[in-house]
Each structure stands twice: as C-alpha cells, then as structure tokens.
C-alpha cells in the first residue's frame, strides 16, 4: 500500500523522476527491517533531476501580403538526455501547440526526441506546450516587423474564428473564446494608446543615450486539456456520508499545493448543498483508490472531481427516492423510529420507480436524472441546498428533511450512503500514428499583455505592467484560480527571463543554488499586475463546466520574452537611425544565438530581414548581445591578450 498526504511544491520533476529515490529508501528498509527516509540536499536535487528539455526550432513560415499565415514547415529538436524518460510525450505536447491561438491552413510539424549524455530531462509545468507556442507567437511577431504592421493586428488577423476553426491534426476549436479575449483585453489594457507612448517614448531615446526602451506584446494561449495518451484519462473516487451529516472522500488526486483537494471538497460540498467544511479529503492511498492516473496535465480536478461527483450522484438517487418515500409516511414510522424493534417494515426503495429531477448536477453530459438543460417544470424535484432535502412537487406542500436526518434514516433503512465513482473523459480520439484526431477535451484560453524596460548597461529587464485576461468557465474556487493564474504567470517569467542553466565542459550543472540559478522574488513581479476572468458558460464538456488553470497561465509569460524581443527591436532601430548607417542591422540579421542551452527554445529562420535573434530564457548577457551585437561580435573577434 502506498500512501501520500500531500507532496511540497509541485509543477514539475515529480512524475517519474521520484521514484528511483523511492527505491532506495525502500530497499534500505527492506535490508533493515527498519522504516527508512532520503533527504538530499537542494545542490544534489538540482544536480540529479531533470530538468525542462532544451529545445531547438528551425522553420519556414509562408504568409501574404496583409500578415495572413499560409504555411508552417518546423523541425523541432530537443535534448531527451541519457534516457527516454517523459522526453517523447512532451515533444508530442510541442508538437500540437505549435499552432497555438492561431489557424494555419497547411502545416508540417515534426519532431525529434535527441539522446545526449546529459541526465534526462522530464516534466515541468506546461510539459511541451511552451516550446511550441513560443515558435508561433515569435513568428507572429516577426511577421508583424517585416511588414511593417502592429503585431496585435497580425494575431486577430490569424486567430481561430468561424470558417477557420480546425486544428492542423484535425481537432475543432470549439467555445472559442480567442476573439473575444483579445478584443476586451485590447480596450482594457489600453492597448492602442500605449503603443504609441512606447514608440515615442523610444524614439525620444534618440536624443537621449541614457534612456531605457521599452516593449509592449499581446499574446495568447489555447492550452489543451487532457493526457494525449488516452488510457491515463480515468479516476476514481469513493466517497461515504457519515450517519452525522459529514463525508469522507478518497481519490486518486495528490495535493501539492495547486489546491485539487479544496476544488474536489467544495464539488462535493456543491452536490449535497452543504458547507465545504462537511467535507474531509482523506490522504491519497492504493488501498482505496488503485491504478490512478498522474496528478499532472492540469487535470488532476477534472478526472478525479468528476468521478467524485458522478459517486456523489449515486448516492443522492438513493436519497433522493428515500426522501421522496418519507414525505407521505408519519414521523413516528419512520426507520429511526421502528427499526430497532422491527415494528415497521422498511421503506421500500426501487430504483427508477418516480420521475424526480435531482439538484445540483455536477456534470454536463446527462448524468444527472433528467439530464442537464431539462424542463423540469411540472416535475417532482429534489434539491440538495443550505443542509437540507427539499421535495417539490407540482400538486403537494414542499417537504424539507435536514440532510443528516436523512442520512440516519437511510442507514436505519440498510440504504447505501457509500458509492465509488470511476470517470473516463468522453470523446478522445486521437490516432498517434497518423497524427490526427481529438486528443483534448477542451482549451484553456487566455491573452496576456506584457510592458518591460530594459537597461542598456546591465541588461536587466523590468516588467513594467501585465494584464491578463482568462477564460476558465465557471470557476470552483475563484480565490484558488486566481492564484494559479498569477504564480503561473511569475513563474512563467522566470523561465523566460533569468533560469538559465550552465553546465562545465564535463557536463556537469554549474548553477544548481539560488545563489547561481536567479528564479522570481517578489522585486521581480510587475509593477502593474491586473488579472481577471470572462464570464463563459459555454463549456459543457467538463465538470460542472469548470477549465483547468494549473499549466496555461505560464504559457502567457511568453509575452514578456516577446515584449524583451519589441524594446530589442525598437532600440535597434532607433540606434540605427541615429548612425546613419545598416551595418548595425545586418550584423544583427547574421549573427546567430541559437543555443542548445536547458531552458532554451531557439529558432532559426532562412528570413533575410532584419529580426531579433534571442534565445529563452532572455537573460541580461542575451539582452545586451541583442541591443548591441556588433559590439559583442567585435569583442569575440578580437585575439585574446
């Protein structure tokens, strides 16, 4: 039997890479006899684990004259390490995001899992997701520079919409919320204003050789939610209601900070119309929940809550038919009154023998009694709410019962208030071979505008101001949501900005301290940071219609790499003006900072023109190199004294 209470931090690592530590402790105590525990130390942990796969991107992208994408040829290679690990899994998750928010007609996307001698590189929050829509919204932005365009214009112009709403493996993108996200995200930002205050406020740098510039880029995201691997798309839950009213609920889901045991609690506590606090989620264990999918993909809520619920339903039949025997017997003949001398015989229960609409439904798909979207007027319902069971009915008085008196009357009645719920998500049908196909239940969408300034001594970035704008359905927990959206957000900033990792010559990771690997602090977080959500009740594919939040928000920290890439841009050619001169642009268009760096997505481009070559993460060295790349070519050219 396996047991886990809750795990520190989550978002990455923890998958598969645990469990070679697991071993050992285990092997110790099976020697022994005695129980048995490894600790390491922060160096060894960072020095042993995978980390995210390196990436490199080369691609050829066709489009005409108004910005419209006609075509993406891309090649992507990323370094899979000594062992397979979940190497071949992410690079099928780069794969069918590299189209992100954005329709392309004609694509060939292909992918290459590279065996190095470095330690294998495994899961991190967004998997491969990022790599990809790292690729396509760089290209949108590069498109935008070479005709001359705003590169909002050029991403509404390419979103997925009506008549240009299928995926290159052939999913339909539908309660597409894109358009509507960029457009209220475009007047709440202030987008179009700002805009021009950065391009002058950058052009003003000419005459000032201390400015700092500016960037300002709107991306998107359109996250797929659910396991590419159809068979992991399952949980289980057991859920039993106790004689005093409370409930007791096991899953397969494991809590490691991200806050599925409160979603999975307050679904529960919906279903029955009770206080969350009634509601207990036991530890995580084998002995009651067997052969559980990872709590990983952002789906750990969906395939675990749903299952909760669908359990939850069970049981509120039978209380449901119960209730609806109790209102036409006397008090005194009631279970709890006769049972224990047998005077009275029990209520007789039959499944299916009344038509009673049961609420709340806690699932979209029709399991609920009635269905969902019913008529339900002129029927006998049976609502769950503040604690109680309420039965209507068109033609008698409405009977109320507090629902841990029905709970007692149940068990006095031997009426199951136990039930295991198994969940398999519907509608996954994607055929790896061929590449085609559904393998998402639903997109996680969201916009996020990023504002930064850059010093063009040190080469640090400040982000100025974000503002994101999400569609995550109906949210569970509003307060939960919201903190994945924001600390994914940072944490996203971090990968594209300063976590930058550095071997020796003899592969060995050099930077594997906080003192040598620079993740976010609070001085790091934007001095503007604005979030919120859409209302969308469009979302009738999942729980309760609900959108995970665990993975997409980092994916939007993707527009402060390309907001670092606009003030590169914009400093550029400002400076190029000043001087009167192009050889600062062509040394730029030919010098070539692709690396195979952890952490990295680098592109390369058979394009002439002049675009900004930057790696990920951004870091200050890379921002100066950018800002001043015949300088550093210069430097690297000269003999070493």
Same mark, same amino acid.
């Given at each position: 039997?396996c047991?886990a209470k809750?795990?520190?931090?989550?978002?990455?690592g923890?998958?598969?890479?645990?469990?070679?530590f697991a071993?050992?402790a285990a092997l110790?105590?099976?020697?022994?006899?005695?129980?048995a525990r490894?600790?390491l130390?922060k160096?060894?942990d960072m020095?042993?684990?995978?980390?995210?796969?390196?990436?490199?991107i080369?691609y050829e992208c066709?489009?005409?004259d108004?910005g419209?994408?006609l075509a993406?040829?891309?090649m992507?290679?990323s370094?899979?390490?000594?062992?397979?690990d979940?190497?071949?899994?992410?690079?099928?998750r780069?794969l069918?995001?590299c189209d992100?928010?954005?329709?392309?007609?004609a694509?060939?996307?292909?992918?290459?899992?590279?065996?190095?001698?470095?330690?294998p590189?495994?899961?991190?929050?967004?998997?491969?997701?990022?790599?990809?829509?790292?690729?396509?919204e760089?290209i949108?932005?590069?498109?935008?520079?070479v005709?001359?365009?705003?590169?909002?214009d050029v991403?509404?112009?390419?979103?997925?919409?009506?008549?240009?709403?299928?995926t290159p493996?052939?999913q339909?993108?539908?309660?597409n919320c894109?358009?509507?996200?960029?457009e209220?995200?475009e007047?709440?930002?202030?987008?179009?204003?700002?805009?021009?205050?950065?391009?002058?406020?950058?052009k003003?740098?000419?005459?000032n050789?201390?400015?700092h510039?500016r960037?300002?880029s709107?991306t998107?995201v359109?996250f797929?939610?659910?396991f590419?691997?159809r068979?992991?798309?399952q949980?289980n839950?057991l859920?039993n209601v106790?004689t005093?009213?409370?409930?007791q609920v096991?899953t397969?889901?494991v809590e490691m900070?991200q806050?599925?045991?409160?979603?999975?609690a307050?679904?529960? %506590?919906e279903q /029955?119309? +009770?206080?969350?606090?009634?509601?207990?989620i036991m #530890? !995580?264990s *084998?002995?009651?929940?067997?052969?559980?999918?990872?709590t990983?993909a952002?789906?750990?809520?969906?395939?675990?809550?749903?299952a909760?619920?669908?359990?939850?339903e069970?049981?509120?039949?039978?209380l449901? %038919?119960?209730? /609806?025997e +109790?209102?036409?017997i006397?008090?005194?003949?009631? #279970? !709890?009154? *006769?049972?224990?001398?047998?005077?009275?015989?029990e209520v007789?229960?039959v499944?299916?023998?009344h038509?009673?609409?049961?609420?709340?439904?806690?699932?979209?798909d029709?399991?609920?009694a009635?269905g969902?979207?019913?008529?339900?007027?002129n029927?006998?319902?049976?609502?769950?709410?503040?604690?109680?069971?309420v039965?209507s009915?068109?033609?008698?008085?409405e009977?109320?019962?507090d629902?841990?008196q029905l709970?007692?009357e149940?068990?006095?009645n031997?009426?199951?208030?136990?039930?295991?719920?198994?969940?398999a998500?519907a509608?996954?049908?994607?055929?790896?071979?061929?590449?085609?196909?559904r393998p998402f239940l639903y997109?996680?969408?969201?916009v996020?505008?990023?504002?930064?300034?850059?010093d063009?001594?040190?080469?640090e970035?400040?982000?100025?101001?974000?503002?994101m704008?999400?569609?995550?359905g109906r949210?569970?927990n509003?307060?939960?949501d919201m903190?994945?959206?924001?600390?994914?957000?940072?944490?996203?900033?971090?990968?594209?900005?300063t976590?930058?990792?550095?071997?020796?010559?003899?592969g060995?990771l050099?930077?594997h301290?906080?003192s040598t690997y620079k993740?976010?602090?609070?001085q790091?977080?934007?001095?503007?940071?604005?979030?919120d959500?859409?209302?969308?009740q469009?979302n009738?594919?999942?729980?309760?219609?609900?959108?995970?939040?665990?993975?997409?928000?980092?994916l939007l920290?993707?527009?402060?790499?390309t907001?670092?890439?606009?003030a590169?841009?914009?400093?550029?050619?400002m400076?190029?003006k000043s001087?009167?001169?192009?050889d600062?642009?062509?040394?730029?268009?030919s010098h070539d900072?692709?690396?195979?760096?952890?952490?990295?997505?680098?592109?390369?481009s058979?394009?002439?023109?002049?675009l900004?070559?930057?790696?990920?993460?951004?870091t200050?060295?890379?921002v100066l190199r950018?800002?001043?790349?015949?300088?550093f070519?210069?430097w690297?050219?000269?003999p070493?004294?």
């Amino acid at each position: 039997m396996c047991v886990a209470k809750r795990l520190g931090g989550g978002f990455g690592g923890k998958e598969t890479q645990a469990s070679p530590f697991a071993a050992y402790a285990a092997l110790v105590a099976k020697r022994t006899g005695r129980a048995a525990r490894i600790v390491l130390t922060k160096d060894e942990d960072m020095i042993m684990t995978g980390k995210r796969n390196p990436f490199q991107i080369h691609y050829e992208c066709g489009f005409d004259d108004s910005g419209k994408i006609l075509a993406l040829d891309a090649m992507l290679y990323s370094d899979g390490g000594a062992y397979a690990d979940l190497s071949t899994a992410i690079m099928e998750r780069a794969l069918l995001h590299c189209d992100n928010a954005y329709f392309i007609p004609a694509a060939r996307l292909r992918g290459q899992v590279c065996r190095t001698n470095f330690h294998p590189h495994t899961a991190f929050r967004g998997f491969g997701g990022p790599k990809g829509v790292a690729l396509i919204e760089m290209i949108i932005e590069d498109i935008a520079r070479v005709l001359g365009r705003d590169a909002l214009d050029v991403r509404k112009l390419n979103c997925y919409g009506p008549g240009r709403d299928t995926t290159p493996y052939g999913q339909l993108v539908e309660n597409n919320c894109l358009p509507e996200l960029f457009e209220t995200l475009e007047k709440k930002c202030d987008y179009r204003a700002r805009r021009q205050e950065i391009d002058k406020w950058n052009k003003d740098g000419e005459r000032n050789p201390h400015a700092h510039p500016r960037g300002l880029s709107l991306t998107a995201v359109k996250f797929g939610i659910s396991f590419s691997t159809r068979f992991m798309n399952q949980g289980n839950a057991l859920v039993n209601v106790h004689t005093d009213g409370t409930l007791q609920v096991s899953t397969g889901a494991v809590e490691m900070g991200q806050g599925v045991n409160s979603r999975i609690a307050a679904l529960v %506590a919906e279903q /029955f119309g +009770l206080p969350i606090a009634a509601v207990r989620i036991m #530890p !995580t264990s *084998t002995e009651k929940n067997a052969n559980t999918s990872p709590t990983a993909a952002s789906a750990g809520t969906d395939l675990n809550g749903s299952a909760a619920v669908m359990a939850c339903e069970k049981i509120k039949q039978r209380l449901a %038919a119960l209730a /609806f025997e +109790l209102r036409n017997i006397s008090h005194e003949h009631w #279970p !709890t009154k *006769t049972a224990g001398l047998g005077t009275w015989p029990e209520v007789a229960i039959v499944n299916g023998a009344h038509t009673f609409t049961v609420l709340p439904s806690g699932l979209f798909d029709g399991a609920n009694a009635g269905g969902a979207g019913s008529n339900i007027k002129n029927k006998t319902l049976v609502e769950f709410r503040n604690s109680m069971v309420v039965v209507s009915e068109p033609t008698q008085p409405e009977f109320k019962i507090d629902f841990a008196q029905l709970v007692r009357e149940a068990y006095f009645n031997r009426t199951s208030v136990s039930e295991y719920g198994h969940y398999a998500t519907a509608h996954l049908t994607f055929d790896k071979i061929k590449g085609q196909g559904r393998p998402f239940l639903y997109f996680t969408q969201g916009v996020a505008a990023s504002e930064v300034e850059l010093d063009p001594y040190t080469g640090e970035i400040k982000v100025l101001r974000v503002d994101m704008l999400m569609d995550v359905g109906r949210p569970v927990n509003h307060a939960l949501d919201m903190g994945q959206v924001l600390g994914g957000f940072v944490q996203g900033m971090g990968w594209v900005t300063t976590e930058h990792l550095v071997y020796n010559d003899n592969g060995l990771l050099v930077s594997h301290s906080p003192s040598t690997y620079k993740i976010p602090s609070v001085q790091d977080t934007p001095r503007i940071f604005n979030a919120d959500f859409i209302v969308n009740q469009g979302n009738t594919v999942n729980v309760r219609g609900t959108k995970a939040t665990g993975e997409p928000p980092l994916l939007l920290a993707i527009s402060v790499w390309t907001a670092v890439r606009d003030a590169i841009a914009s400093a550029r050619l400002m400076n190029s003006k000043s001087k009167n001169s192009d050889d600062l642009m062509t040394s730029a268009a030919s010098h070539d900072h692709a690396t195979a760096s952890n952490k990295n997505v680098s592109s390369q481009s058979s394009a002439t023109t002049d675009l900004v070559q930057l790696a990920i993460p951004a870091t200050a060295e890379r921002v100066l190199r950018g800002l001043s790349p015949e300088m550093f070519a210069q430097w690297e050219s000269s003999p070493t004294p």
